[in-house]
């Protein structure tokens, strides 16, 4: 009966509506609104994102005082063409060369998908050309967070040559534009930059089709009205891109002091055409908007992407011992078996086999050769997979590999039998990085190998692994599919071929938990963890560098996603030596796991760990699910703190560390905003004998904890704290 009832209000509400002109559609969540209006001349204009206005029609009569031949107001999804001449949403050109689209509103629908969330369609369309355009805005009430893509159809007698193909445009008014962005490097990834907007273009963009979240990552914090960024107050809107290859997001003052932001696909390598019939959908743009400072809008994407955006919904994965830095590429079946059991030892929840296991004629012994050829290397295990994933299961471990199936090496046996599936410009030589080529999945066929690569290492241990380490070791150069007629198809195509194999995978294996890993953090967006349950957030796992690493990357993907290590001192990538203690209180902060060799380490450092895994365990369901409060910035001096607070704000984890030393008498002092003022907490100490907090084993009520704050003793560098606090 209640399910009759629930269809009967999806038909009821989900009747087409044809707005007549001055009208205005209104897309809400709890706490935000987004207003568009039908003009008189029937276009599509922006009115507001923000906080709720009340009733839309009070917008009656309104004057935004520009003169009305000269531009326009803002549009909602902007076109070249007509009297518009700021940076486009859309724009193409036509068989009979004309370079203008003109959109005019046909209709609109709404319909309630699911509980908590609304769909509204809105129909535009060019009445010269027929090119239709349905603008998609999806609103997640309990989260705050409004989606939006569009699709594009080719309903008209010419092809449309697409030059811009946006997801989203938004258009927000106010009197500073302070922009966080994420920058970085291989080892280096999701470092913050932070600038105040001023007149022209701002681009934030990416062209190298794959691997493309290295150096910059398709999201944003854009603080309104004010220089400097707050944790806790002023009005902030955050977005985030969900696509897996080139990007751009500009962003761009005009006169009118208003700042039109577009979010999409990059089309910078060529035009898309778009053939008759054919529809286009562009990639989801996840927006925000928090009237409580950047600490909300986190918040408010972390709740959605655990609720909606991530394959796992939020479920984290194991603790983990990787063979990558103990091992590389050197090892055999008795070294694995003995990291299986020391990481059964430690309290670890799974083993997971990184590169180096595969490869007959040309074995994969370091990253010259091998890729491509998957087929176990009996030097090395003798006893196959499936015996590994055996001894894995029989200590009460899961069992996870690694596997990198979009790259093949010029010396493998598939370079050979299949040189036409290597992405190439026609006529030129492939250029290898990592002594690698990447494979073109433009070409079904190869969606079917990379599909077959997975498909088949499952078989190796017949169905037994747990857990997948995707890699993705490269970039695109030399751009070409020898399966395109058309080359500016390429990267749109190579992503979509992408998403097509994962959608395959995860209806073959609902269950299996698969890593995005890219050279570390080189593939961390919203459109990967659509299938992805975790990213592999840097391949440096050193505990200072992940702190600024963590800092970036938790600000838009939740802490539940981020893979993240202890591994040996000198660290493997910047020398530094940091406490064991330090590195697994950063470890901590995400999904905790370790890297290193356990045999190499001290009696004490073993029972450390021993000790550190087990308080994890105490707190990674706040980790996993609990409410991040950034509470002292690692850029503003001498310390980074931290707290995961559960939902009823009964229980917490807090973590602070020292990361300069400024003296001994620099205590910092920490405010634990996330807490409820009302409920006493004793806060208890981890992970140590010393506690550096002379409150330690103490009771504080919430208000005193807020207000007054803790102020350990952490003055040396490296010194780290991990409190667990509970309502009393
Ligand atoms: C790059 C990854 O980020 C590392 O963790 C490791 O898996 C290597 N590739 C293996 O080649």
Known sequence: MKHFFFILAITLSSAISHAIGNSYISINTDNTSLILHVNTENNLMFMHYGLPIGEAGQYSGYNSYRRVDYGTDPMAYPTRGGRYYNEPAFAAKYEDTDLNTELKYVSHNIVHIQQDVTRTEILLQDPKTQLEIKLIYTAYAKEDVITTHSEITNKGKQEASMDHYASSAMNIKAGKYLLTHFHGAWAGEMQIARELLTHGTKVIDNKMGVRTTHTENPSFLLSLDTETFDENHGEVIAGALAWSGNYKLSFQIDEFERLNILCGINPYAGAYTLKKGQTFITPDMIWTFSAEGAGQASRNLHR????????????????????????????????????????????????????????????????????????????????????????????????????????????????????EWVVKSAGREATTTRNQWLLDLCNPQVQDFVFSVFDETMKLASNKIDYIKWDCNRHVESFGSAFLKDQGEFYV??????????????????????????????????????YFDEVWTSDNTEGLSRIFIQYGTNMIYPACTTGSHVSTVPNHQTNNVTPLKFRFDIAAAGRLGMEMQPKNMTKDEYGFSQRAIASYKKFRDLIEEGDLYRLVSPYDGNHYAIMYVSKDKRRAVVMAYCIKYQGRSKTPLIRLFGLDKNRQYKISELNTDTPSFWGNGKTFSGEWLINQGMNPQLVKIYDSGIWYLEAE
């Open 304 to 419: 959605w992407a655990r609720n909606y955006g991530i394959y796992s919904k939020g479920k984290m994965s194991p603790t983990l011992l990787n063979s990558w830095e103990g091992a590389y590429f050197d090892f055999t079946t008795p070294v694995l078996t003995a990291m299986i059991d020391d990481a059964a030892e430690m309290g670890l929840e799974m083993f997971v086999l990184d590169d180096g296991w595969f490869g007959t004629d040309f074995p994969r012994n370091s990253s010259k050769q091998g890729l491509g050829d998957w087929q176990p290397n009996t030097n090395k295990i003798p006893e196959g997979i499936e015996y590994l994933a055996n001894y894995a299961h029989g200590k009460g471990l899961k069992f996870g590999i690694w596997i990198e199936p979009e790259m093949v090496n010029p010396k493998s046996n598939l370079a050979k039998k299949h040189p």
């Open 493 to 530: 195509n190579y992503t979509q071929g992408l998403y097509n194999v994962l959608k395959r995978l995860r209806e073959k294996y609902p269950h299996v938990i698969v890593q995005s890993c890219s050279s570390g953090g080189g593939r961390v967006d919203y459109g990967a963890l659509k």
